[in-house]
Structure formats: C-alpha cells, structure tokens
Nanobody, 129 residues
C-alpha cells in the first residue's frame, strides 16, 4: 500500500498560481489513477481532477477545469496539480488519493466517502488578499 503526501499549499493572492504535489512512498504511483479532491470548511470533499495510469485526464469541477491542470512525473513518482488564476473560492484543503484502480472514476461527481484506498493528509490552500 502506498503512502501519499501532499505539499505546496500556502497563502496566496487572488490571480496568482500555485503547484501542488502528491508524492508516494512505499510503492509507485505509475500503476494507479490519482484523484485530487478538495474540501472547503463546512462542506463535503469534492473531486477536482483525475489522471489515469495511461495519463487520461478527467475533470470533475467546472469552475476549475480551465484553470487547473493535473500531470504525472513518473521519474519523481509524483502527481501535480497546477492551479492558475486562483480565486478566493479555491480556498480549501487539497487531498490526493487513489483507490488502486488504473482508471479514473466516472463523473460528474465522485463520492469521497466511497473512494477507499490511500489518502494523503491534505495541504491547505488559502487564496486571499
């Protein structure tokens, strides 16, 4: 079972960019689909984007699909989420997760509760002026 660790979250101003990373230990991410979720305080955790083991991308969130890009670096055993033109409403804790399948779960919504496997501890992104 792989252990996932997110990094890169911080306080940024609106309109700026941030890159989150999901790094694995104890195994390779290259066999699995990886989903980025986010959770706004007081709300349910929602899926943002997914990359399959063949690098097919599925975007679940309409408000981010044109601003956020998911990618995989096989050499670094890392999946990243490049976030551009950040907005205050993007403020959330961001998590990466895998259910050990090679394909992304179908949309439009993915239940975080039913997405069982490995989860990271989350990284806080705060967008504020």
């Amino acid at each position: 079972q792989v252990q996932l660790v997110e990094s890169g979250g911080e306080l940024v101003q609106p309109g700026t960019s941030l890159r989150l990373s999901c790094t694995a230990s104890g195994g390779t991410l290259n066999w699995y689909a990886i989903v980025w979720f986010r959770q706004v305080s007081g709300k349910e955790r929602e899926a943002v984007s997914c990359i399959s083991n063949t690098d097919y991308i599925t975007n679940y969130e309409d408000t981010t699909k044109d601003r956020f890009t998911i990618s995989r670096d096989t050499d670094k055993n890392t999946v990243s989420l490049q976030m551009n033109s950040l907005r205050p409403e993007d403020t959330a804790v961001y998590y990466c997760a895998t259910d050990y399948a090679g394909w992304c779960p179908p949309g439009p919504r993915v239940s975080a509760e039913s997405y069982t496997g490995s989860w990271g501890q989350g990284t806080q992104v705060t967008v504020s002026s």
